[in-house]
């Protein structure tokens, strides 16, 4: 079964959006801070990056060709990113704020 129309760009447009707010999370957080890292910091900063390469290939996923025409197979793994990557970041973001 095909996507419905307009999936991809509004899957993309949604990893663009998410990743912009990762970006400005890591800038409030303070990642160029002098302090000396905790563990907690380093779980921040890889879940943040997780986060970044999934919403970073989701576009490239969705966008991907399939061999039989109607297939959403890449659609499919496009959305697993997507979600992956929220939740990644904004994992990040609890554990920030937590800890």
Known sequence: MPAPTGSVPALSAASATIFSIGIVFLGYWGLYEPT???VADIVVFVAALT???C?????WMATSPV???NS?????IARHLF???VIAIWFAVATSVIF
């Open 55 to 59: 919403l970073g290939l989701v576009p």
């Open 36 to 38: 000396k890292w905790r």
């Open 67 to 69: 061999e039989p025409e």
């Open 83 to 85: 979600l992956t990557g």
């Open 51 to 53: 986060g970044f390469a």
């Open 72 to 76: 959403d197979a890449r659609i499919r």
